[in-house]
């Protein structure tokens, strides 16, 4: 049996999902991990980024649809 804890605050988001990366102040669609960072791409579409897995969290709170009408 391992002696290792593993670090139970890191939030693990699905395929899809619309995270937040904390460092920047962006939100981002989680796309993957690969090479122990995370993968988002912008909402409307463009150049993916990568963030680190304990700057990433849920978008808080309800968002609310005025956000979206500069994407019309």
Same mark, same amino acid.
């Given at each position: @049996?391992?002696?290792?804890? +593993?670090?139970?605050?890191?939030?693990?988001?699905?395929? /899809?999902?619309?995270?937040?990366?904390?460092?920047? #102040? +962006?939100? /981002?669609?989680? @796309?993957?991990?690969? /090479?122990g960072e995370h993968?988002? +791409?912008?909402? /409307? #579409?463009g150049r993916e980024w990568t963030a680190e897995p304990h700057q990433v969290s849920p978008v808080p709170g309800p968002r609310d649809s005025t956000e979206w009408d500069h994407l019309r």
């Open positions: @049996m391992s002696t290792r804890q +593993r670090d139970t605050s890191t939030y693990r988001p699905h395929a /899809g999902e619309l995270v937040l990366d904390r460092r920047t #102040g +962006r939100t /981002g669609i989680y @796309m993957d991990t690969l /090479g993968y988002l +791409r912008p909402e /409307g #579409g």
